[in-house]
């Protein structure tokens, strides 16, 4: 991490990234809970968001600030996450053109759970900066709403690569 929050632009910039955190939902919150964001959940903001839908699956919005270069919003299509159970969560891009691989984990499997989105991650490459109102945010939403989409549980390990992790070291 660091003092810009341009740090992380390579997540909408350049679409080869790894988001990933251990995560235990305590209760639903009624709505997203925010695991990373750097738009304020906005689609009209260049950043990103990775999120628990209300129905325990992983979302994930990547946009360069406007409805034309949304390059990828699509939740994850399996791993539903129970309550009070702790998993590994990540979210590894590998560019225009490749699906997004979900993991949900359980900590007490043997082996990684793997989800590839249907979709594919969009869009030319580019400068899609963030501002100094939108560095990373975990655990609430960025921007001038903090404490929109608050996540309702413990999160340990957040971390961002710029980089695609391979199964093996997820």
């Known amino acids: 991490t660091g003092g810009s929050p341009a740090n992380f632009d390579f997540v909408q910039n350049t679409g080869v990234f790894t988001l990933s955190a251990f995560i235990n939902v305590k209760a639903e919150a009624g709505s997203f809970m925010t695991i990373f964001d750097t738009n304020e ?14 129905d325990g699956r ?27 159970t702790w998993y ?13 691989e979900f993991y949900v984990t359980p900590i007490s499997a043997n082996r990684v759970q793997q989800f590839s989105s249907t979709g594919t991650l969009g869009g030319n490459d580019g400068n899609y ?17 903090p404490g929109l989409n608050p996540f309702n549980g413990g999160m340990v390990n957040q971390t961002i690569y710029d980089r695609a992790l391979s199964p093996l070291e997820i």
Do not use: K
């Not at 959940?41 to 209300?54: H, I, K, M, N, V």
């Not at 919005?61 to 299509?77: D, H, L």
């Not at 900066?129 to 709403?145: K, R, W």
């Open 41 to 54: 959940s906005s689609e009209d903001l260049p950043g990103f968001r990775f999120l628990r839908q209300q």
């Open 58 to 84: 992983l979302l994930l919005v990547i946009t360069g600030g406007t409805p034309e270069t949304i390059r990828f919003a699509e939740p994850a299509p399996g791993g539903a996450m129970d309550l009070e």
């Open 88 to 100: 590994q969560v990540a979210a590894v891009g590998r560019g225009p053109g490749n699906p997004v």
């Open 129 to 145: 900066g963030t501002d100094v109102f939108h560095g990373l945010m975990i655990g609430t939403a960025s921007g001038q709403f």
